[in-house]
């Protein structure tokens, strides 16, 4: 008897680390964009003309919470959330930080 590693193993516990660094990268990124939307100003949401500050709160926290009980980041409700999350970073975040520094 050989102590030999079966290479489906080696596979899946490869795939079980990267979709565990996927995960918590995942979940930095949405905690950054909440924390980011609850420091900004409602009116500079409306003045940019990007819902409102109350829609991108509800849209973070909800993808936030199905993020972490999912546990999976290729479910499709935490791609939609990251999705979310980095349309809010690339879109919206840059004009309310122009805006704050007006």
């Not at 565990?20 to 905690?31: A, H, M, N, S």
């Not at 829609?55 to 959330?81: A, T």
Request: charged share 20%; with cysteine.
């Amino acid at each position: 008897m050989t102590n030999a590693i079966d290479p489906l193993v080696v596979a899946l516990t490869i795939e079980n680390r990267v979709e565990g660094v996927i995960w918590v990268l995942l979940l930095g990124v949405k905690v950054f964009a909440l924390c980011d939307a609850l420091v900004r100003k409602d009116a500079f949401y409306v003045a940019a003309d990007k819902q409102n500050k109350a829609f991108w709160l509800l849209l973070l926290v909800v993808f936030l919470v199905l993020h972490i009980l999912l546990e999976d980041p290729r479910h499709i409700l935490n791609l939609i959330g990251t999705v979310a999350a980095f349309v809010y970073l690339a879109d919206v975040r840059p004009l309310l930080r122009s805006m704050h520094s007006r």
